[in-house]
């Protein structure tokens, strides 16, 4: 059985930082392509960042700069660093794991408001 455990949202102030964490079970961790995406309310989910199985990573262009994405194959575990955060990050915040079949998380609510 497949399991994506996001954890690590919450509320924070524009300029701030949040990481979040993704574990996963039931899957070959070193061969997926690990990714966050997130939805805003009243938005279609959209790609934040993703990190393939060799490392390469790419960012949506709204968080290049102040996202970094990681992954540890050590404790099946993909981040997202945020730093900078703006209220237009506010979102839910969606674990993904890709291969063939693509599984996502239960997902984790990111608030960036003063």
């Known amino acids: 059985q497949v399991q994506l455990v996001e954890s690590g949202g919450g509320l924070v102030q524009p300029g701030g930082s949040l990481r979040l964490s993704c574990a996963a079970s039931g899957v070959t961790f070193s061969i997926y392509t690990m990714g966050w995406y997130r939805q805003a309310p009243g938005k279609q989910r959209e790609l934040v960042a993703a990190?393939?199985?060799?490392?390469?990573?790419n960012y949506a262009d709204s968080v290049k700069g102040r996202f970094t994405i990681s992954r540890d194959s050590t404790k099946n575990t993909v981040y997202l660093q945020m730093n900078s955060l703006k209220p237009e990050d506010t979102a839910v915040y969606y674990c993904?794991?890709?291969?063939?079949?693509?599984?996502w998380g239960q997902g984790t609510q990111v608030t960036v408001s003063s």
């Open positions: 990190v393939t199985a060799s490392g390469s990573t």
């Open positions: 993904n794991a890709a291969f063939i079949t693509p599984y």
